[in-house]
């Protein structure tokens, strides 16, 4: 352990000098009993308690910083920045713009290898004798003549598009769609095929040729 070094004559230096004078009245007892509690006070460590902190923040604003137990004056609060008056961020999702979807345009029928004019009777004899009044009439006309003088159970629109060619009919714009409408439950004269995208006329769309159609019906 290092010495301190011997002080010099006159050098300065701190002297504590502490005199109690009590003065007591009583019994020798008593005040024996008082001198001895005077002494055992005067033994004792002096422990001081540390200090209360009275530090505070003179504003009135809320959440204001203390730094290491000191106050900020009030002229320093004003650059303070506080975290919970700070306003919530906002994060806007980015906007993704989609294209509208083209409606896919239905492939164009093609003709198929079958002629509707070697049989008796032809594909523009039976009609004029059917008379068809609408699309979906010329469908069933269709559909029945290849049935019964073709052999060709199940149309596809390219059946139906050969067929008004060789009449000089225009399809309509949505060809397919009189072909699905025959084959609906509400109308039930044509029945789905086999093939995807083929329908057959039954017996209720070719009872409704025989009977229902015709110059004298």
Known sequence: MAKLPPRTEGQSGKVKVRIIEFEMEGSDLSLQESLK???AALSRPNLASPPRSTARIESNKTGAPVHNGDSI????????EYLDDAPPMETSAPIITRRPRKPSKPAAPNLVAIRFDDVNPTFTDFVADRDPKNDMQKYLCAAY??????????VSID????????QSWALPAKAVQPMRELAATRDGR????VERGHYSINHIGEGWVTTKMGRGA
């Open 145 to 154: 003549w290849l049935k019964i003088h073709k052999d060709v159970h199940e």
């Open 159 to 166: 059946h139906i598009y050969t067929a008004y060619r060789s």
């Open 190 to 193: 044509f029945s789905k095929g």
């Open 37 to 39: 509690s005077i002494a």
């Open 73 to 80: 004056p009030d002229e320093e609060l004003e650059d303070v």
